[in-house]
Nanobody
Framework: QGPLVESGGGLVQPGGSLRLSCAAS????????MAWYRQSPGKERELVAS???????TYAESVKGRFSISRDIKKKQLYLQMNNVKPEDTAVYYC??????????WGQGTQVTVSS
């Protein structure tokens, strides 16, 4: 397994919920910046949500009010709670950890498909 391992993806109906998890290896979990990105076929990878320092969070406009990013520092886990999902949320979701401004790690990705 790599330094970041995502889980929790799958098929969900529109309007449903899904929770993604990301397990980080020792030294990879970061309180500097951790984030979720996603990439759909034919599109560039985009930032979905991030959590930094003391816990400040930011979200892409397209997911504000529906998605929530959180972390468990003791367990070295990052989460993305996805509520009221839409077909346009279909993508591969990637966990990202930035331990310094110059050092970044990626997970292998987990597929989320929103379809009825």
């Amino acid at each position: 397994q790599g330094p970041l391992v995502e889980s929790g993806g799958g098929l969900v109906q529109p309007g449903g919920s899904l929770r993604l998890s990301c397990a980080a290896s020792e030294g990879i979990f970061s309180v500097y910046v951790m984030a979720w990105y996603r990439q759909s076929p034919g599109k560039e990878r985009e930032l979905v949500a991030s959590i930094v320092g003391g816990g400040t969070t930011t979200y892409a406009e397209s997911v504000k009010g529906r998605f929530s990013i959180s972390r468990d520092i003791k367990k070295k886990q990052l989460y993305l709670q996805m509520n009221n999902v839409k077909p346009e949320d279909t993508a591969v979701y990637y966990c990202n950890s930035k331990t310094t401004p110059q050092t970044m790690y990626w997970g292998q990705g987990t597929q989320v498909t929103v379809s009825s």
